[in-house]
């Protein structure tokens, strides 16, 4: 079975950069799109990244994403951190089968 | 602006079936673009697929929940429902219906209703 694999947190300080990773257990992450999700405490996630690279409006260009074919895993950045951003952060994609799959998710700390 | 609402039992006992409703408002569920999927993240925990519905009524579901799910759709109402069987305690979640776009994009999302499988 297909899995994502998620670091369980990171942390990182105000105004810095913070890089999670998300990597693919088998075949090719690229071979199909990756989305990110953020999830802040009782609300439901939202996207921030989709189609591996692509931001939906309203999210700022701070955030980013991307794949690593060599390491089979996708990465959200987060630049100029801000409060805010703290929040649970969840990778997801597909197989050949069409059945999703999450990341365990990712919960940052910005102290 | 397309919004989903879960509804249905906050409590069920163990051995019984859950079932929700998801009513999709702002958007057609018969317009074809979309798939429309259920979601649940147990207490503290992480995100599960569980399975998604066409229009059509063709299914895909999560192979560890298969054996358990049923998903349809009532077109007329715009609803589609989740009915999952033979429940316990490790059932017990947070149950969110989207909108699943082109490539498997969760891109709207209900509020999440929780579910407790308790006697």
């Known amino acids: 079975n297909f899995m994502l694999t998620q670091p369980h947190s990171v942390s990182e300080s105000p105004g810095k950069t913070v890089t999670i990773s998300c990597t693919g257990s088998s075949g090719s992450i690229a071979s199909n799109y990756v989305q990110w999700y953020q999830q802040r405490p009782g609300s439901a996630p939202t996207t921030v990244i989709y189609e591996d690279n692509q931001r939906p409006s309203g999210v700022p260009d701070r955030f980013s994403g991307s794949i690593d074919s060599s390491s089979n895993s996708a990465s959200l950045t987060i630049s100029g951190l801000k409060t805010e951003d703290e929040a649970d952060y969840y990778c997801q994609s597909y197989d050949s089968s069409n059945y999703v799959v999450f990341g365990g998710g990712t919960k940052l700390t910005v102290l | 602006q397309v919004q989903l609402q879960e509804s249905g039992p906050g409590l069920v006992k163990p051995s019984q079936t859950l079932s929700l409703t998801c009513t999709v408002s702002?958007?057609?569920?018969?317009?074809?673009?979309?798939?429309w999927s259920w979601i649940r993240q147990p207490p503290g925990k992480g995100l599960e697929w569980i399975g998604y519905i066409y229009y059509s009524g063709s299914t895909y579901y999560n192979p560890s929940l298969k054996s358990r799910v049923t998903i349809s759709v009532d077109t007329s109402k715009n609803q589609f429902s989740l009915k999952l069987s033979s429940v316990t305690a490790a059932d017990t979640a947070v149950y969110y219906c989207a909108r699943v776009g082109d490539p498997k994009v969760f891109d709207y999302w209900g509020q999440g209703t929780l579910v407790t499988v308790s006697s």
């Open positions: 702002g958007g057609s569920i018969s317009s074809g673009d979309y798939y």
